[in-house]
């Protein structure tokens, strides 16, 4: 038996290609792909400290981090075309890099592994949107502060064991 030919990161070691239903259930980036600008800052991120330990040269590093831009700008106006046979917006973009910059593209990924890169975008992703969920909080706090200003002489009754009891303010 010869060996297929196979897109898949971790599929090396197999003999045959895999199911369709199999990868179509295994793709992560239809949902995914919302993770693409945390995946390209760690990425960033990686990248400078590949170039600071002397395992990336200045020119790949520069190189990686226009790549990236480019990425994200694409992404941003909607043009990025995902693949799902590349199942994760991980390779997604490393194949977009590699394409648009050569095979500095490729050594991006020196050091790290895929799970790492999960780890790290979830983080990013789970921290920008608390800050946003605490901005919309402060909002809400703010809203209901004005209303009850405004509402500070109206008379309301109290309850008291769900009956009517005295008026409070």
Sequence with gaps: MHKAKTNSAWGGRFQESTDAFVAAFT?????DQRLAQEDIAGSR????????????SE????????????????IARGEFVWDTALEDVHMNIEKRLTDRIGDAGKRLHTGRSRNDQVATDIRLYTRAAIERILGE???????????????????MPG???????????
Excluded: C, N, W, Y
Aim: glycine share 8%; hydrophobic share 50%.
């Design 27 to 31: 793709a992560s980036v239809g949902f």
């Design 45 to 56: 991120a990686h990248a400078a400290m590949l170039v600071k330990q002397g395992v990336l």
């Design 59 to 74: 020119a790949d590093g520069e190189a990686i981090a226009r790549g990236l831009d480019a990425i994200a700008d694409e």
């Design 137 to 155: 909080i402060h909002r809400l706090q703010t809203a209901i502060v004005t209303l009850a200003e405004g509402e500070a002489e109206t008379i």
């Design 159 to 169: 309850f008291t064991h769900l009956q009517v009891a005295q008026p409070v303010t």
